[in-house]
């Protein structure tokens, strides 16, 4: 299975808004309401920030939100502030019953 | 609140077998509707899913991994383990392990991770 194709980088000032997207096949991303967002902090564990596309959970910014249309998922964060700086992965559930991550996509906040 | 802790060698030599295991805390591993999985990530690179299991014993694995790794559950101590033989130097990596709700895609409750590097 292929990984997810995600933008090496994105940046932003604070305040702007910023879309990191992800995309798969009709096979994973397209094929299911099954991705979730994760975001990753130097030395951290990753942290859930959306799962099944659009979903947030609770304690997670209402600045953050996902979307999806056909094989493409994006996740938005809005109002963009120093702290969401870090490496932003997304994974999709697979025809495999595989699951498979995108490549993760390193915000800058400028 | 749900805790997870891997544990485990932080060297192994290469051709050997790497093993872990995940100590759960705060909540049962053998609870129904529950995926138990390992993720790793290589010094500088990007996450890489290895495998899961279900609650009941299911097993999913990565195929690219599929002929060298062995996922199980421990209910009696509550662990999760994950066994990855005939190991390289491409193995070395910070190894997760994350809990996951069946019919949902988002881990919600993750390890702190647990570097493991092959070298003899």
């Known amino acids: 299975q292929s990984a997810l194709t995600q933008p090496a980088s994105v940046s932003g000032s604070p305040g702007q808004s910023i879309t990191i997207s992800c995309t798969g096949t009709s096979s994973d991303v397209g094929g299911y309401n099954y991705v979730s967002w994760y975001q990753q902090h130097p030395g951290k564990a990753p942290k859930l920030m959306i799962y099944d596309v659009s979903n947030r959970p609770s304690g997670v910014s209402n600045r953050f939100s996902g979307s999806k249309s056909d094989n493409t998922a994006s996740l938005t964060i809005s109002g963009l502030q120093a702290e969401d700086e870090g490496d932003y992965y997304c994974i999709s559930y697979t025809s495999s019953s595989t699951w498979v991550f995108g490549g993760g996509t390193k915000l800058t906040v400028l | 609140q749900l805790q997870l802790q891997e544990s485990g060698p932080g060297l192994v030599k290469p051709s050997e077998t790497l093993s872990l295991t995940c100590t759960v805390s705060?909540?049962?591993?053998?609870?129904?509707?529950?995926?138990w999985g390992w993720i790793r990530q290589p010094p500088g690179k990007g996450l890489e899913w290895i495998g899961n299991i279900y609650y009941s014993g299911s097993t999913y694995y990565n195929p690219s991994l599929r002929s060298r790794v062995t996922i199980s559950l421990d209910t009696s101590k509550n662990q999760l383990s994950l066994k990855l033989s005939s190991v390289t130097a491409a193995d070395t990596a910070v190894y997760y392990c994350?809990?996951?709700?069946?019919?949902?895609?988002?881990?919600?409750?993750w390890g702190q991770g647990t570097l493991v590097t092959v070298s003899s």
């Open positions: 994350a809990r996951r709700r069946a019919n949902s895609s988002g881990l919600d409750y």
């Open positions: 705060g909540g049962s591993i053998s609870a129904s509707g529950y995926y």
